[in-house]
């Protein structure tokens, strides 16, 4: 095993919430909703934030990061109501949007937590 593999902690878990961030940053461009301002940067910042927690899980596991992330991803489910682009003029691209926060945020969810119990059943093992 290299020492590069060794500093590596994360579970593939870990992995699939990189992904899923970096879907969530180009989401506005990709599914089109770029244009609803509010939308678009809840998008980039909280996809930047999965990114960030994701890389720090993976290189050095805490559990506070997997904690995070479920709060990040309950707010990415709350937040098209919370921040008011669920029902707006644009009905094409703000269903695409409000689809895409809940999806991202329910996988989020599972994620953190599928990572979390990985890590204490290894601890435990």
Do not use: C
Request: aromatic share 14%.
């Amino acid at each position: 095993m290299t020492n590069f593999s060794k500093r590596l902690s994360g579970s593939w878990q870990d992995t699939i919430a990189l992904i899923l961030g970096v879907w969530l940053i180009a989401s506005p461009w990709l599914l089109g909703f770029a244009g609803v301002s509010v939308a678009m940067w809840n998008a980039v910042l909280f996809g930047a934030l999965i990114v960030v927690m994701a890389l720090m899980a993976i290189f050095n596991f805490h559990e506070w990061e997997e904690w995070a992330d479920m709060v990040i991803g309950l707010w990415l489910v709350a937040s098209p109501w919370a921040l008011g682009f669920a029902r707006t003029y644009d009905v094409m691209s703000t269903n695409a949007a409000t689809w895409n926060f809940v999806v991202l945020g329910l996988l989020t969810i599972a994620m953190a937590v599928w990572s979390l119990m990985s890590h204490r059943q290894r601890m435990i093992a």
